[in-house]
């Protein structure tokens, strides 16, 4: 698993290049905002080796076919409009912009065009109103989960969708635009957010861990430039991979981009990825009290509190057993007939696995009898096997791709139709490329925020965050990020970090009850 040095120190020195040499503009490359966003004398521009790429200015013509890229490539201009939306109780009138900002290299090459899409209030004064930026995961989603399921001002429904489900948005009674405006910012590679640049070595900058969040921060730096609001209080939101990616964009904004931020939020994260690796035996502890929730609805509706007794034997007798090993036989024993009797799960089948289940094996043996599997974003949504007398795994997910179809009609109506924003090509609400293309790093660590949340904390003693996550959640089990908040030192005490945690899955949003719940929970914090 382990590197050569000198392998460690390439993967090193190209993580720091790019963290200084992206910046964006609106129209034309401007000098870089300081001088740390400035590539080391005498280096490769960041993701260069040798000579070879964009970095490469000694021709005339190659300078000219780099322009005609990019500007092929463009997205259309911004385009806003005026929008209203009669919610009970209150209508709502605001700004609605479709648009993008250009992401150049320190040479001023243009490398990308990162996609957002913002509400502003009307009549709110820029210098108090509050202002959220929103991103999603993967990596390689776009942002539409957040802005049409949780979020934005028009919503579609989740809660039991099929693919043939209308796309048609409406209203969204839930909205945070009452006490923030939102910016919804897609990732290049998700939504319409491209590469204009054909040179490879740029392109994988952006398909990594450090070099994404760097991105997406100075993307939010630039749109508060652009719409006058560096004054206004900044909230950041992300979810699954935004996890990753949000303390990390939080950090960036603190120490390079110069942007002072009050509160993150986070929405089913995953904040460290060395649970969920190879042999850790965290990552049984973290999704046993979700797997005994699963179990548990099927009887009648589960709140967290119902679990205490499960979350206790997990952080106790059960990690106590596992930490013992299946050399221990009677240990193994007791605990697989204990996990047994919590989820539900065929003893025999839990004593074959020594009461280690993956979430795989979970998923197809929780209801194996009736051909069935559950869903990993919601564990509580069951579906058919496609191969239920298959050996190995062949099924996807109920939960979340019957959102697939209605999701991506949806945004690209919204967008076409009612914002008047076209770009041409595809829009990519889950880029499988992208996805398949991230490098994650190498070396023994694998990727993890925490890091980026302490330090965030210890430097700005007013700045909050907030956790939420669903119950039947097996993506990213709410129990994981327990366990990290309560390694976390004094000073980022419940005062300033709050776990809240309710009935659903991954997008626990698409359920109306928690949906309410979590927005009370973002409105008293950003107020």
């Known amino acids: 698993m382990a590197n050569s040095f000198a392998t460690q120190l390439t993967a090193a020195l190209l993580v720091a290049c790019l963290a200084t040499a992206v910046r964006a503009d609106d129209e034309t490359p401007q000098p870089s905002p300081s001088p740390s966003a400035q590539a080391p004398s005498g280096q490769n521009p960041s993701g260069q080796k040798g000579r070879a790429g964009r970095g490469e200015t000694g021709s005339g013509a190659s300078a000219a076919a780099n322009a005609s890229t990019a500007e092929q490539h463009r997205l259309p201009p911004d385009s806003t409009t005026k929008q209203s939306v009669a919610l009970p109780g209150r209508t709502l009138a605001f700004s609605a912009t479709a648009g993008s900002i250009r992401v150049f290299d320190d040479k001023g090459e243009?490398?990308?065009?990162?996609?957002?899409?913002?509400?502003?209030?009307?009549?709110?004064?820029?210098?108090?109103?509050?202002?959220?930026?929103?991103?999603?995961?993967?990596?390689?989603?776009?942002?539409?989960?957040?802005?049409?399921?949780?979020?934005?001002?028009?919503?579609?429904?989740?809660?039991?969708?099929?693919?043939?489900?209308?796309?048609?948005?409406?209203?969204?009674?839930?909205?945070?635009?009452?006490?923030?405006?939102?910016?919804?910012?897609?990732?290049?590679?998700?939504?319409?957010?491209?590469?204009?640049?054909?040179?490879?070595?740029?392109?994988?900058?952006?398909?990594?861990?450090?070099?994404?969040?760097?991105?997406?921060?100075?993307?939010?730096?630039?749109?508060?430039?652009?719409?006058?609001?560096?004054?206004?209080?900044?909230?950041v939101t992300g979810e699954s991979y935004g996890g990753i990616r949000g303390p990390k964009?939080?950090?960036?904004?603190?120490?390079?981009?110069?942007?002072?931020?009050?509160?993150?939020?986070?929405?089913?994260?995953?904040?460290?990825?060395?649970?969920?690796?190879?042999?850790?035996?965290?990552?049984?502890?973290?999704?046993?009290?979700?797997?005994?929730?699963?179990?548990?609805?099927?009887?009648?509706?589960?709140?967290?509190?119902?679990?205490?007794?499960?979350?206790?034997?997990?952080?106790?007798?059960?990690?106590?057993?596992?930490?013992?090993?299946?050399?221990?036989?009677?240990?193994?024993?007791?605990?697989?007939?204990?996990?047994?009797?919590?989820?539900?799960?065929?003893?025999?089948?839990?004593?074959?696995?020594?009461?280690?289940?993956?979430?795989?094996?979970?998923?197809?043996?929780?209801?194996?009898?009736?051909?069935?599997?559950?869903?990993?974003?919601?564990?509580?949504?069951?579906?058919?096997?496609?191969?239920?007398?298959?050996?190995?795994?062949?099924?996807?997910?109920?939960?979340?791709?019957?959102?697939?179809?209605?999701?991506?009609?949806?945004?690209?109506?919204?967008?076409?139709?009612?914002?008047?924003?076209?770009?041409?090509?595809?829009?990519?609400l889950l880029s499988e490329s992208v996805n398949k293309g991230w490098e994650f790093g190498h070396g023994i660590s694998p990727p993890e925020s925490v890091t980026q949340l302490r330090q965030m904390l210890a430097l700005d003693p007013k700045l909050k965050l907030l956790i939420g996550h669903g119950l039947f959640d097996l993506a990213t089990p709410y129990f994981a990020s327990k366990i990290i908040l309560d390694q976390l030192p004094a000073f980022a005490g419940p005062s300033r970090t709050r776990l809240a945690v309710y009935p659903g899955g991954h997008m626990f949003y698409s359920r109306d009850g928690s949906r309410q719940a979590f927005r009370k929970e973002v409105e008293a914090l950003v107020k």
């Open 249 to 428: 964009v939080v950090r960036n904004l603190q120490m390079q981009q110069g942007v002072g931020v009050r509160g993150l939020i986070l929405i089913s994260p995953v904040l460290d990825f060395r649970d969920y690796t190879g042999s850790s035996i965290l990552q049984y502890v973290a999704s046993l009290p979700t797997m005994t929730a699963v179990a548990r609805q099927a009887r009648g509706p589960v709140t967290r509190e119902d679990l205490a007794d499960v979350e206790s034997y997990a952080r106790g007798d059960f990690l106590l057993d596992l930490v013992k090993g299946q050399a221990d036989t009677e240990a193994t024993t007791r605990l697989a007939d204990k996990v047994a009797s919590l989820t539900g799960i065929d003893p025999a089948v839990s004593r074959r696995l020594a009461g280690r289940f993956d979430i795989g094996e979970f998923r197809r043996e929780f209801d194996r009898k009736n051909g069935k599997v559950t869903g990993r974003y919601d564990a509580s949504v069951e579906g058919f096997d496609p191969y239920p007398d298959s050996s190995s795994f062949r099924f996807n997910d109920p939960s979340g791709d019957p959102l697939m179809a209605p999701l991506t009609s949806a945004a690209v109506d919204l967008t076409t139709r009612r914002l008047n924003w076209r770009p041409d090509g595809s829009y990519h």
């Open 110 to 235: 243009p490398l990308a065009d990162i996609a957002y899409t913002s509400y502003q209030l009307d009549g709110a004064e820029k210098a108090s109103r509050p202002v959220t930026f929103l991103f999603n995961g993967g990596p390689g989603s776009a942002s539409a989960w957040l802005q049409f399921g949780n979020v934005g001002p028009w919503r579609l429904p989740f809660d039991g969708a099929v693919s043939s489900a209308s796309p048609e948005l409406q209203p969204n009674a839930d909205t945070w635009l009452d006490f923030t405006d939102l910016v919804f910012i897609d990732p290049v590679g998700t939504g319409y957010s491209r590469f204009v640049t054909t040179s490879e070595d740029a392109r994988k900058r952006f398909f990594t861990v450090d070099g994404d969040a760097n991105s997406v921060a100075l993307v939010i730096r630039r749109w508060l430039e652009k719409y006058d609001r560096l004054t206004s209080p900044k909230y």
